[in-house]
């Protein structure tokens, strides 16, 4: 295994053909992003489509993350033909709750109850924060704002309103018949857009259970100070997480941004959870082919930090070179990685033990198998799976031996390739132990993962046909044996 940190790319007109989708992967890409906010279904049932079979022509296994689009509020639209209307620090404007045509008087913004949520003295923050008004006054049918950052404002803008309380709930309508989309279409995983707390999680995971079928994994993007002080309770009941630190960046001042980084990364490895660093890594590459020395910077920091995965978002949708971004992102994780697995965040795993008693058994497990890695001369760790918790508790300890996930079906084994260090193989289980483990091993040589004769330590549960067990079982083995 040449890198242990994975790369998510994100899907768009330029990397949507299922020709720069094999691009894409032959460069390094790990796990594909469809953003539920862009393109019709139609458009996005034909891109998982593709994605599908281009990882088969590329003999993958290739998670898809469908992100849901959340409750963003948005400016107005401009009028037709216009590219950007000025707007002028000191300036006074009118804000409207409704999507009306913004002008250089009057800005509409799609979010009904925004007359209810901002009082005098609020802050409204538009496109990504490069505009920032101060609420004057509120009215029955507009608010007063004087401009105190001026700029360019295009149509259909993001807008914040930094410690407003926002109603509405965390699954907008749209959201939930995305959701129903992604079920039907067999995604491997959710992201969840502004999210406070584990509820909001709950809630989805209600509506994609109503949908029946294969279910989704849950990442939680983490975006508002709400979802920043509720940290542990949301990751707690999500299947991963993101540092989604452009709306993170405008809620939070940005000097804020690298200590909530590095929190965020911090929790989610001492859990055992897979996450993401994400936004801007790469932003310069949407329109130059060479990286900025300070992007590359940004990626290795990340990787130094702990992240499972590193994000391309318009560098790969919209950009004018998505190979070169992910070759250029995939060059600087090796370099980083060239002093073996990044281990910051292990101490702290060392130091939290499961509350309840099974976990601490299974957990336990986990390090022996950890520390058996780095001790003898195993070449890699083989972890037979359920559900996937097994494998990703060994890799929170990011031991030196990469993990081969066994799995029993496609859709864990496609979920576990987004968890650092791991790649996954589908094996049908049966009863007797020592022929799951000769096929297994067969499987993972044949898979060119390692070679006949090498040793592995195997990690597991018996009885191997058991629905989802304790694991109880750690063993030495010569592969092809």
Same mark, same amino acid.
């Given at each position: 295994?040449?890198?242990?940190?994975?790369?998510?790319?994100?899907?768009?007109?330029?990397?949507?053909?299922?020709?720069?989708?094999?691009?894409?992967?032959?460069?390094?890409?790990?796990?594909?992003?469809?953003?539920?906010?862009?393109?019709?279904?139609?458009?996005?049932?034909?891109?998982?489509?593709?994605?599908?079979?281009?990882?088969?022509?590329?003999?993958?296994?290739?998670?898809?993350?469908?992100?849901?689009?959340?409750?963003?509020?948005?400016?107005?639209?401009?009028?037709?033909?216009?590219?950007?209307?000025? #707007? *002028?620090? @000191? %300036? =006074?404007?009118?804000?409207?709750?409704?999507? +009306?045509?913004?002008?250089? &008087?009057?800005? /509409?913004? !799609?979010?009904?109850?925004?007359?209810?949520? #901002? *009082?005098? @003295? %609020? =802050?409204?923050?538009?496109?990504?924060?490069? +505009?920032?008004?101060?609420? &004057?006054?509120? /009215?029955? !049918?507009?608010?007063?704002?004087?401009?105190?950052?001026?700029?360019?404002?295009?149509?259909?803008?993001?807008?914040?309103?930094?410690?407003?309380?926002?109603?509405?709930?965390?699954?907008?309508?749209?959201?939930?018949?995305?959701?129903?989309?992604?079920?039907?279409?067999?995604?491997?995983?959710?992201?969840?857009?502004?999210?406070?707390?584990?509820?909001?999680?709950?809630?989805?995971?209600?509506?994609?259970?109503?949908?029946?079928?294969?279910?989704?994994?849950?990442?939680?993007?983490?975006?508002?100070?709400?979802?920043?002080?509720?940290?542990?309770?949301?990751?707690?009941?999500?299947?991963?997480?993101?540092?989604?630190?452009?709306?993170?960046?405008?809620?939070?001042?940005?000097?804020?941004?690298?200590?909530?980084?590095?929190?965020?990364?911090?929790?989610?490895?001492?859990?055992?959870?897979?996450?993401?660093?994400?936004?801007?890594?790469?932003?310069?590459?949407?329109?130059?082919?060479?990286?900025?020395?300070?992007?590359?910077?940004?990626?290795?920091?990340?990787?130094?930090?702990?992240?499972?995965?590193?994000?391309?978002?318009?560098?790969?949708?919209?950009?004018?070179?998505?190979?070169?971004?992910?070759?250029?992102?995939?060059?600087?994780?090796?370099?980083?990685?060239?002093?073996?697995?990044?281990?910051?965040?292990?101490?702290?795993?060392?130091?939290?033990?499961?509350?309840?008693?099974?976990?601490?058994?299974?957990?336990?497990?986990?390090?022996?198998?950890?520390?058996?890695?780095?001790?003898?001369?195993?070449?890699?760790?083989?972890?037979?799976?359920?559900?996937?918790?097994?494998?990703?508790?060994?890799?929170?300890?990011?031991?030196?031996?990469?993990?081969?996930?066994?799995?029993?079906?496609?859709?864990?084994?496609?979920?576990?390739?987004?968890?650092?260090?791991?790649?996954?193989?589908?094996?049908?289980?049966?009863?007797?132990?020592?022929?799951?483990?000769?096929?297994?091993?067969?499987?993972?040589?044949?898979?060119?993962?390692?070679?006949?004769?090498?040793?592995?330590?195997?990690?597991?549960?018996?009885?191997?046909?058991?629905?989802?067990?304790?694991?109880?079982?750690?063993?030495?083995?010569?592969?092809?044996?």
């Amino acid at each position: 295994m040449e890198r242990r940190v994975k790369i998510v790319a994100t899907l768009g007109p330029a990397s949507g053909s299922s020709e720069r989708l094999g691009q894409l992967l032959e460069a390094g890409v790990d796990v594909f992003r469809i953003n539920a906010a862009h393109g019709s279904a139609d458009d996005r049932a034909l891109l998982i489509q593709r994605v599908r079979g281009a990882a088969e022509r590329a003999g993958r296994r290739v998670p898809i993350l469908f992100d849901l689009r959340g409750l963003k509020i948005r400016s107005g639209p401009l009028a037709e033909g216009a590219g950007a209307v000025p #707007i *002028a620090r @000191g %300036s =006074r404007l009118r804000l409207v709750a409704s999507p +009306i045509q913004t002008t250089t &008087e009057v800005i /509409g913004i !799609d979010y009904p109850l925004l007359l209810d949520v #901002i *009082a005098e @003295g %609020s =802050r409204i923050l538009i496109s990504d924060g490069l +505009i920032e008004l101060l609420v &004057e006054r509120v /009215g029955s !049918d507009h608010a007063v704002t004087t401009v105190s950052r001026g700029g360019q404002l295009m149509g259909k803008q993001g807008v914040t309103l930094p410690g407003a309380p926002i109603k509405g709930g965390a699954l907008t309508d749209a959201d939930k018949d995305d959701v129903a989309f992604a079920v039907a279409h067999g995604v491997d995983y959710l992201g969840l857009s502004f999210i406070n707390d584990a509820g909001d999680l709950q809630l989805a995971r209600d509506v994609a259970l109503a949908c029946g079928g294969a279910q989704p994994g849950l990442v939680a993007k983490i975006e508002r100070p709400e979802a920043l002080a509720n940290l542990r309770e949301i990751a707690g009941s999500a299947d991963g997480v993101m540092v989604a630190r452009g709306d993170l960046g405008v809620q939070l001042p940005p000097e804020r941004v690298p200590r909530a980084q590095k929190e965020i990364i911090g929790v989610a490895n001492q859990m055992g959870l897979p996450v993401i660093t994400a936004t801007q890594m790469l932003e310069s590459m949407i329109t130059q082919p060479v990286a900025t020395r300070a992007e590359t910077s940004d990626v290795a920091n990340a990787v130094w930090d702990g992240t499972d995965a590193v994000m391309l978002s318009a560098e790969t949708a919209v950009g004018k070179y998505p190979v070169e971004a992910v070759l250029t992102m995939d060059r600087i994780i090796k370099e980083v990685e060239k002093e073996g697995p990044i281990r910051s965040q292990s101490a702290a795993a060392m130091a939290t033990l499961p509350d309840d008693a099974s976990a601490r058994f299974a957990d336990a497990i986990a390090r022996a198998a950890f520390a058996l890695g780095d001790q003898t001369p195993a070449g890699l760790l083989v972890v037979f799976t359920k559900t996937g918790s097994a494998v990703r508790r060994i890799a929170k300890y990011r031991p030196g031996p990469p993990i081969i996930a066994v799995a029993d079906n496609e859709l864990v084994a496609r979920r576990l390739q987004m968890v650092w260090g791991v790649e996954s193989v589908v094996v049908e289980v049966e009863e007797n132990p020592d022929s799951v483990f000769r096929k297994a091993g067969q499987t993972i040589i044949e898979a060119g993962l390692a070679e006949e004769g090498e040793y592995a330590l195997i990690v597991g549960s018996l009885p191997m046909t058991q629905k989802a067990g304790q694991t109880n079982l750690v063993h030495v083995r010569k592969l092809g044996t």
